[in-house]
């Protein structure tokens, strides 16, 4: 599997914003769903948004929603993650997945359900 490129990450005070971005240099026709994660150590990887391409149908975990928002360039094949009053509990490594279009749809989504993945990118918030 090619993985998918994360960039964007970095260090910013809480109230900022940071925009992730990733890129998938070859698209894949199963891939119809497209999400981010976040892992800190010694803690499970939490699904964070979730896009559809064939829909736009976006889902959000509850301590980001209203704060950030999941967009897609299907023309580009790349997901972006606005993130916008940042909290020092958002600092993560944030990891962009992809995984089949009934990923959208179910009531959660795990990590262990989305096949190809990025190398990750920091995000560090500060008091």
């Known amino acids: 599997q090619v993985p998918l490129f994360e960039s964007g990450g970095g260090s910013v005070q809480a109230g900022g914003s940071l925009q992730l971005s990733c890129q998938a240099s070859?698209?894949?026709?199963?891939?119809?769903?497209m999400a981010w994660f976040r892992e800190v150590p010694g803690k499970e990887r939490e699904g964070v948004a979730r896009i559809s391409r064939a829909t736009n149908k976006v889902t959000y975990t509850d301590s980001v929603n209203g704060r950030f928002t999941i967009s897609r360039d299907n023309v580009k094949n790349t997901v972006t993650l606005q993130m916008s009053d940042l909290k020092p509990e958002d600092s993560a490594t944030y990891y962009c997945?992809?995984?089949?279009?009934?990923?959208?749809?179910?009531?959660?989504?795990?990590?262990?359900?989305?096949?190809?993945w990025g190398q990750g990118t920091r995000v560090t918030v500060s008091l």
């Open positions: 997945a992809a995984g089949t279009s009934m990923l959208c749809f179910g009531p959660d989504f795990r990590p262990t359900d989305f096949h190809r």
């Open positions: 070859i698209y894949d026709y199963s891939e119809d769903c």
